[in-house]
Nanobody
Framework: QVQVEESGGGLVQAGGSLRLSCAAS????????MAWFRQAPGKQRELVALITSSGTITYADSVKGRFTISRDNAKNTVYLQMNSLKPDDTAVYLCYAKSLTIAYWGQGTQVTVSS
């Protein structure tokens, strides 16, 4: 059963923008945090942005000022608006949702930024 599903990835030129969406199943209750991670070939998976149920937001230093994470609780959806994209942003972006005891991962969506 797919509990978390991403969309919105693609190929863009440097300086362009993309908006990623992640929809969580309505069967998931009491989500206390949702986040975006990314993983590029040969590199460790890293946290890009996180938003908690209380509204606290954190960003990786590398994306601060360029990316914005937001939530639509009515739709059980989290978004990542990515502006001023750089080739170093190229990676598979994975959505993460966590309840008190269970963590869910999406399958990932590819973002490729050409120079």
């Amino acid at each position: 059963q797919v509990q978390v599903e991403e969309s919105g990835g693609g190929l863009v030129q440097a300086g362009g923008s993309l908006r990623l969406s992640c929809a969580a199943s309505a069967s998931i209750f009491s989500i206390n945090a949702m986040a975006w991670f990314r993983q590029a070939p040969g590199k460790q998976r890293e946290l890009v942005a996180l938003i908690t149920s209380s509204g606290t937001i954190t960003y990786a230093d590398s994306v601060k000022g360029r990316f914005t994470i937001s939530r639509d609780n009515a739709k059980n959806t989290v978004y990542l608006q990515m502006n001023s994209l750089k080739p170093d942003d190229t990676a598979v972006y994975l959505c993460y949702a966590k309840s008190l005891t269970i963590a869910y991962w999406g399958q990932g969506t590819q973002v490729t930024v050409s120079s």
